[in-house]
């Protein structure tokens, strides 16, 4: 348990409105990712934080923000989501020092209808 | 930039036999890390063994093991004594050891889809 929390877990919303995912870690990790994870193609980089306020983009960022603004809370925003953003999103930390891994939140499943 | 290919969408094994899941990855760094993580059907990802690029010697875990040939840029997970709690989806994945301004995210494989016949 790398002591992450995603929310929602499930969610369901409609094409066009505003959805934003969270993702909370208790360990002060500085480096925080969102992946999207989708049937056949394996989990893709969607944005990743590496400090507050300091944020980059990954491979699919299109469509997608994301903010932090304190360590623990990474937030992954779709301003108008659309059909294709249908997907299962996982958040993660990096846990340096020694083990130089990424170690995954829960998932939220989101359903754009 | 790098990929990882898994080419066994599916296997199945004997439960208490062995199974091997094959990754091939293609990178220009030298210096790197490769994962395998198991999905079971609660989601979670699990991270299931690790390897160093620098390290020749192959890691393992209890049953799980990898064969890490560098020059081939392959990476396998060997899982001995196959119980029924390793049915899952596994997926080998890949990081850069160093990056313009600290961790890399990991690429992923498309995973295996691993059955255990009891």
């Known amino acids: 348990d790398a002591g992450i929390t995603q929310s929602p877990r499930h969610k369901v919303t409609e094409t066009g409105t505003p959805v934003t995912l969270r993702c909370h870690q208790t360990e002060n990790h500085r480096y925080m990712y969102w992946y999207r994870q989708d049937p056949g193609h394996g989990l893709r980089l969607i944005h990743y934080s590496y400090g507050v306020k300091d944020t980059d983009k990954g491979e699919v960022s299109d469509g997608y923000s994301v903010s932090r603004s304190k360590t623990e809370d990474f937030l992954l925003t779709l301003e108008s989501a659309t059909s294709s953003q249908t997907s299962v999103y996982f958040c993660?930390?990096?846990?340096?020092?020694?083990?130089?891994?990424?170690?995954f939140g829960p998932g939220t499943r989101l359903t754009v209808l | 930039a790098q990929t990882v290919t898994q080419s066994q969408p599916e296997m199945s094994v004997q439960e208490a036999e062995t199974v091997t899941l094959s990754c091939t990855y293609d990178?220009?760094?030298?210096?790197?890390?490769l994962f395998w993580y198991k999905q079971p059907p609660s989601r979670q990802m699990i991270l299931v063994i690790r390897?160093?690029?620098?390290?020749?010697q192959n890691a393992t875990e209890n049953r799980f093991s990898v064969n890490f040939q560098k020059a081939a840029k392959s990476f396998s997970l060997k899982i001995s004594d196959s119980q029924l709690g390793d049915a899952a989806m596994y997926f080998c994945?890949?990081?850069?050891?160093?990056?313009?301004?600290?961790?890399?995210?990991?690429?992923f494989g498309k995973g295996t889809h691993l059955i255990i016949q009891p």
């Open positions: 390897q160093e690029a620098y390290k020749q």
């Open positions: 990178t220009s760094e030298s210096d790197y890390y």
């Open positions: 993660a930390i990096f846990r340096g020092r020694g083990t130089d891994t990424q170690y």
């Open positions: 994945a890949y990081r850069n050891m160093y990056s313009g301004g600290g961790a890399d995210g990991l690429t």
